[in-house]
Each structure stands twice: as C-alpha cells, then as structure tokens.
C-alpha cells in the first residue's frame, strides 16, 4: 500500500526571541490582507460607497467578530466539558481551537453591527466581504495541513499520507481536500459571480450553500473531532452545522432574485 511520509514542516515560521510566528496566524493575517483588497476593489466597481476609512472599520470589525466568533464557537460546539471545567482555558487559544461555524456567526454579527453603522444594507456589505471570504478559508486549511492536524480518516489511496500522531496508517489528506474545495474551486465561483453586481444576498447566499455542500462532503473522509466522534448516526458535528448553511444559503440566493426581479432591478455592469 502506497503512501507518503508527512513532510517535515515546522508549523513555527519564525521566531523573534522568546516569540514564535506560526504559519497557521500568518494565514489569517494574508487572508484578511488579501480579502480586504478585493473588497475595496468591489467597493468601488459595485459603486457601494465606502469610503477608504470606512473600508478599514468594517475590516477591523470582521477580524474581531471572527477570532471571538471562531474561539466561541469551538469552544461551544467542539470543546466538551473541558473548558467548562476550567473556563480560563478559553483564553489560551495558542492552544488551538477555532470553529468556522462560530466564526461565521461572529463575522454576520460585526457585518450586521457595522451596516448598521454606516448605513449600508446588510446584504451588500455582507456580499463585498464574501467574494474574498475563500482565500482566507485556503490558506487556513494548509496551515492546518502543515500544522499536522485535522486529519483524515484512514485510507488505501496512493496519495494517503502517515501523519504524525496518527498513528502507523495512511490517512486521507482532508486539509487539502477542503483547501481546494472551500479556497480553490469556491473562490474560482465567487470572482465569476462578482463580475457582474447581483441582487444584494447572492453571492453570500452562494458561499453559505457552496461552502456547506463542500464541508459535508469532505468531512465523510475526515477523522471526526476524538473529543465527539459522530454526532448524528454516521455524522459529524461538521455536517450537522454545515446542513442548515446549505438551506439558507440556498434559501438566501432564491429570495434575492425573486426581490430583485419583483423591484425591477437589474444587475448593473462592472
């Protein structure tokens, strides 16, 4: 049987003393780098408005909205009676531990908080930060690759890879299977969709269905978390959370056209 030795990848980029850079934060610092810049490019093809500052707070808020929503929500759905026991846990989130389904949620709500507060419709703004939302979801699960962790369920492919930790058997390699999936493919969709302004609500309809037809998928070749196993019959606690982004975002995007084919609207072009 086939399979390949994990590559020796040091999860620690750099160090400055006492300090250590690891790669898996740097993916979250090129990710909201990069999905800021085409927001601002959308911004301005789109005509939404924002100006350069207002561009900058509605980031800033989407970095906190999603590190608090991320650590919140593992800790909710994924952490067990751990950190219930010892609360002070959940400060240590060098420790690892972040949910997507949690950062989500905190992302909508600084989205949600910051419409608001700008007075821009929810959906829009919402639609501007989706198109890049992919890159940074690429760029995390090769971190977690590289990191050694997430791995996938035992496997007899030839491209099954011996992660450390894991045992002696060849697993699935699911960090890549959901980086091409969720980054590669999902951000290929989103930049087609953009080129053209849709009715406010589709094109975050269309990473909520997109992203969660994939994550089910994927997590059929994903170890489940050791902590919960299968939630659900043979489900995960991925799956389970990933059922209703299906529906809303399914949901989502068939309501956005009926609003916009009903008020007349017609997709301007860039």
Known sequence: ????AFPHLDP????????????????????????AAIFHRLNARWKVGLTTDQEIDVVLAAVIGLMLGARLGYVLFYGG????????RILETWEGGMSFHGGLAGILLAGWVMSK?????????????AVGAPIGLFLGRFANFVNGELWGRVTTAPWGVVFPGAGPLPRHPSQLYEAFLEGVVLFVVMLVLSQKKRPDGVMLGTLLALYGVFRIAVEF???????LGFVAGPFTMGQVLSVPMVVAGIALVVWAYRRGKAAGDAPAEP
């Open 1 to 4: 049987m086939a399979a390949f």
């Open 12 to 35: 620690v980029a750099f160090a400055v003393g006492p300090l250590q850079v690891r790669w898996y934060g740097l993916a979250y610092v090129a990710g909201f780098v990069l999905a």
């Open 81 to 88: 009676s751990e950190y219930w026991r010892h609360p002070v």
């Open 117 to 129: 507060r700008l007075k821009v419709p929810f959906l829009r703004l919402t639609d501007l930060g």
């Open 221 to 227: 070749f994903r170890e489940p978390d050791v902590q």
